[in-house]
C-alpha cells in the first residue's frame, strides 16, 4: 500500500506514518511514531504535512494530544480536490498562453516576434513605437479603416505624445474616394490607389521593429523585432516613397499647370 499512497503524492514517511495511525486509531505522536518505524520528530513533522491535506487532524481528550487518521474515503475526495485545482491551473495557462508566445524567443539572434489580438494590438504597437525612442515612423495604411484605428489609438493620446518626442511620420495610403488632407503636424502622406494597391494591414516601421495589423474581420497583429528585417522593410519603403512622391509631383505639376492655362 505504500507505493500506491506514494502515487497519490505522499512521500515514504508520510505514506507510513498514515497507515500507522490508520491502524492506531486514536493515537499519540510517540505511538504513531513506533509503529511507523520513524522517530519522533520526524514523525511530527511528517502529522502536520498530513494535516494540511487533511488525512489526519487533533484530538484532544484531558490534557493529553492525539491524532486520528480520517477514513480512507477522505482520499478520493483530496484527489477529485486537487485534480480541480490542476484543471482551474491548466485553464489559468491556457489563458495566458498566447501572451507567453509572444515573447517566446526561441534562440539568440533570431527575430523576436510577438503576436496580439483584439484592441490590445494597437494599444501595444502604440506604446511599443512610443517607448522605442523612434525619431521616424514609415506607415503604410487603408485610410477606409481610419475610424476603426483612430478610435484605438485616440485612447492612448498617441498622435499628441508622437508629436511631444519630436516623432515624424510618413505615411503611403489608400482611400477609396481619393486623397484627403491629414490634419496631424509632423507627418507626410502620400496617396497611392486602392484598386492597383489594395491594402487590408497597417504596417508600422520603427527602429528595429516591423508591427503590422490586419483590421479585416478580426483585428490581430504582430511586433516583428529583428535589425535585417527592419532595414529591408524600410529600404522597400524608401523605393516606394520615393517613385510615388516622383509621380505626386509630376501629377501636382501638371494640375497647377491645366489651373493656368484654364483646361
Given at each position: 500500500?505504500?507505493?500506491?499512497?506514494?502515487k497519490?503524492?505522499?512521500?515514504?514517511k508520510?505514506?507510513?506514518?498514515y497507515?500507522?495511525?490508520?491502524?492506531l486509531?486514536?493515537?499519540?505522536?510517540?505511538?504513531?511514531?513506533?509503529?511507523?518505524?520513524?522517530n519522533?520528530?520526524?514523525?511530527?513533522?511528517?502529522?502536520?504535512?498530513?494535516?494540511?491535506?487533511?488525512?489526519v487532524?487533533?484530538l484532544?481528550?484531558g490534557?493529553?494530544?492525539?491524532?486520528?487518521?480520517q477514513?480512507?474515503?477522505?482520499?478520493?475526495?483530496?484527489?477529485?480536490?486537487?485534480?480541480?485545482?490542476?484543471?482551474?491551473r491548466?485553464r489559468?495557462?491556457?489563458?495566458?498562453?498566447?501572451?507567453?508566445?509572444?515573447v517566446?524567443?526561441?534562440?539568440p539572434?533570431?527575430?523576436?516576434?510577438q503576436?496580439?489580438?483584439g484592441?490590445?494590438?494597437f494599444?501595444?504597437i502604440?506604446?511599443?513605437?512610443?517607448g522605442?525612442?523612434?525619431?521616424?515612423?514609415?506607415?503604410?495604411y487603408?485610410?477606409?479603416l481610419?475610424?476603426?484605428?483612430?478610435?484605438?489609438?485616440?485612447?492612448?493620446?498617441?498622435?499628441?505624445?508622437?508629436?511631444?518626442?519630436?516623432?515624424?511620420s510618413?505615411s503611403?495610403?489608400?482611400?477609396?474616394?481619393?486623397?484627403?488632407?491629414?490634419?496631424?503636424e509632423?507627418?507626410e502622406e502620400?496617396?497611392?490607389?486602392?484598386?492597383?494597391?489594395p491594402?487590408?494591414?497597417n504596417?508600422?516601421?520603427?527602429?528595429?521593429?516591423v508591427?503590422?495589423a490586419?483590421?479585416?474581420g478580426d483585428?490581430?497583429g504582430?511586433?516583428?523585432?529583428?535589425d535585417?528585417?527592419s532595414?529591408?522593410i524600410?529600404?522597400?519603403?524608401k523605393?516606394?516613397?520615393?517613385?510615388?512622391?516622383?509621380?505626386?509631383?509630376?501629377?501636382?505639376d501638371?494640375?497647377?499647370?491645366?489651373?493656368?492655362?484654364?483646361?
Amino acid at each position: 500500500m505504500l507505493n500506491e499512497l506514494k502515487k497519490i503524492g505522499l512521500s515514504d514517511k508520510e505514506a507510513k506514518v498514515y497507515l500507522a495511525a490508520l491502524e492506531l486509531g486514536k493515537a499519540s505522536i510517540q505511538d504513531i511514531a513506533k509503529k511507523a518505524g520513524i522517530n519522533r520528530t520526524t514523525t511530527y513533522v511528517m502529522i502536520t504535512e498530513l494535516e494540511k491535506r487533511g488525512l489526519v487532524r487533533p484530538l484532544k481528550v484531558g490534557k493529553r494530544n492525539y491524532f486520528v487518521a480520517q477514513s480512507p474515503d477522505i482520499i478520493l475526495e483530496i484527489l477529485k480536490k486537487e485534480r480541480q485545482e490542476i484543471e482551474n491551473r491548466e485553464r489559468e495557462i491556457r489563458e495566458i498562453l498566447p501572451e507567453l508566445k509572444s515573447v517566446y524567443n526561441v534562440a539568440p539572434g533570431k527575430p523576436k516576434i510577438q503576436f496580439y489580438e483584439g484592441e490590445a494590438m494597437f494599444e501595444k504597437i502604440a506604446e511599443d513605437i512610443l517607448g522605442s525612442e523612434t525619431k521616424e515612423i514609415l506607415e503604410i495604411y487603408n485610410a477606409d479603416l481610419l475610424p476603426k484605428t483612430f478610435s484605438i489609438l485616440e485612447k492612448t493620446g498617441f498622435d499628441k505624445k508622437r508629436q511631444e518626442l519630436g516623432i515624424k511620420s510618413k505615411s503611403i495610403y489608400t482611400r477609396t474616394a481619393g486623397r484627403f488632407k491629414n490634419p496631424l503636424e509632423m507627418a507626410e502622406e502620400l496617396f497611392v490607389e486602392q484598386e492597383k494597391f489594395p491594402f487590408w494591414s497597417n504596417i508600422f516601421i520603427y527602429a528595429n521593429r516591423v508591427g503590422m495589423a490586419s483590421l479585416k474581420g478580426d483585428m490581430m497583429g504582430v511586433i516583428i523585432e529583428s535589425d535585417e528585417i527592419s532595414e529591408t522593410i524600410k529600404s522597400l519603403f524608401k523605393l516606394a516613397w520615393e517613385n510615388r512622391k516622383k509621380e505626386a509631383d509630376k501629377e501636382e505639376d501638371e494640375e497647377e499647370e491645366g489651373l493656368e492655362t484654364g483646361i
